[in-house]
Nanobody
């Protein structure tokens, strides 16, 4: 079983940038497709982005397409979410997730991290 730990959250101004990281331990990250989700106060957790085990395939929620980029470095067992031009509505707890495929991690991940808070000020 892989364990996931997110980092990099914090306060960022709208229009700025922030990079989240998710470090894996217990098993090599290259065994998994990876994803990012978020949950805002009073809302359900929602899909943000996913990437295949080798980085060859990625997909994004429409709300972040063109602003956020998911990437991975299997040598460092880490997956990233680069957040450019964030908006106040991007404020949420961001969760890293692992799964067998891009489709499965986007819908029913096998493993979750504990989350990291991102707050975007206007």
């Amino acid at each position: 079983q892989v364990q996931l730990v997110e980092s990099g959250g914090g306060l960022v101004q709208a229009g700025g940038s922030l990079r989240l990281a998710c470090a894996a331990s217990g098993r090599t990250l290259s065994s998994y497709a990876m994803g990012w989700f978020r949950q805002a106060p009073g809302k359900e957790r929602e899909f943000v982005a996913a990437i295949s085990w080798n980085g060859g395939v990625s997909n994004y929620a429409d709300s972040v397409k063109g602003r956020f980029t998911i990437s991975r470095d299997n040598a460092w067992n880490t997956v990233y979410l680069q957040m450019n031009s964030p908006k106040p509505e991007d404020t949420a707890v961001y969760y890293c997730a692992a799964g067998e495929s891009v489709y499965s991690v986007s819908h029913t991940p096998d493993t979750w991290g504990q989350g990291t808070q991102v707050t975007v000020s206007s």
